[in-house]
């Protein structure tokens, strides 16, 4: 008999059934092997490998200039940290766009190289084409609607999206259009928290939000950001649940006195 225990592995049926029975979603960033093995041993349903590891890992102002490339090498890093989350990674800006088969093929390029287990595109009407494309190879496919961050140089802020009735109405009609054409799960970002409520409600596939209000699924935050290494950003929707930038800068200072004054090493931390 084995003395290890199955892990019950996340799947987009799993996170189906948990919209019906009311269970809500945890989905977090994560970029790297040692950060992800952390969120997986958590119990996080979700790990984004997102195209906002241009920003936060790379140091990037947006989230263009990432590349597919890129992309896998942060995907397969994840990959390897977990055992039971479902592991979503992101097509980055430029690797979509351009046409269905384009994105058809960055999108086995991520599953074939990374070993990941869905993708992501930003967009409704505009990509429902790659959407269904993506779909005939058996790859499994999210949604991104509201404040889509590769469009930042076509909207010109990152302020909240479908305020107004027009906006509203196209994001709901993108969100059924991603439903009908075979998307496991959509992410809301930056939106009203009425307008998400009422595509949550009006959609069977789990809605997941960002700054989206409660009535989501589900809710996803960038893992450097509820964590407090970025002490940059401080949008009203994050929740901070550690300030680790004080954390981290304290714990170098100290690590730098101790090597100057000569306290590190001491006599136990050597051979
Ligand atoms: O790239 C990312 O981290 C995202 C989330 C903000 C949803 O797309």
Do not use: W
Not at 85 to 100: K, W
Not at 108 to 137: P, Y
Not at 206 to 212: D, K, L, Q, T
């Amino acid at each position: 008999m084995s003395v290890h225990k199955e892990v019950k592995k996340v799947t987009t049926h799993v996170l189906q059934e948990m919209k019906l029975k009311g269970e809500k979603i945890a989905m977090l960033t994560g970029y790297d092997y040692s950060m992800a093995r952390i969120l997986d041993k958590a119990g996080v349903d979700i790990i984004l490998v997102g195209d906002s590891a241009s920003n936060v890992m790379a140091g990037h102002e947006t989230t263009l200039p990432i590349t597919l490339n890129e992309m896998i090498y942060h995907a397969s890093s994840v990959i390897r940290a977990v055992d039971r989350a479902l592991v979503v990674i992101d097509l980055p800006f430029g690797s979509y766009q351009g046409n269905s088969k384009e994105a058809l093929n960055s999108s086995i390029r991520i599953m074939k190289e990374s070993g990941g287990h869905a993708v992501k595109l930003e967009g409704g009407k505009e990509i429902l084409e790659s959407v269904e494309r993506i779909l005939t190879a058996g790859i499994p496919v999210m949604g991104h609607l509201g404040l889509t961050p590769q469009s930042i140089y076509k909207f010109g802020t990152y302020s909240v999206r479908a305020k107004e009735e027009d906006e509203a109405n196209r994001l709901i009609e993108d969100a059924k259009l991603l439903e009908e054409a075979g998307c496991f799960s959509i992410i809301l970002e930056k939106i009203p928290a009425e307008l998400a409520k009422r595509v949550a409600t009006e959609l069977k596939i789990p809605v997941i939000g960002i700054g989206a209000g409660n009535g989501c699924d589900g809710q996803v935050l960038v893992s450097h950001d509820m964590l407090g290494i970025n002490n940059e950003f401080n949008p009203r929707f994050l929740r901070k649940y550690h300030n680790l930038y004080e954390e981290m800068h304290g714990a170098f200072k100290n690590y730098i006195e101790d090597v100057r004054s000569g306290d590190f090493p001491n006599e136990n931390e050597q051979y």
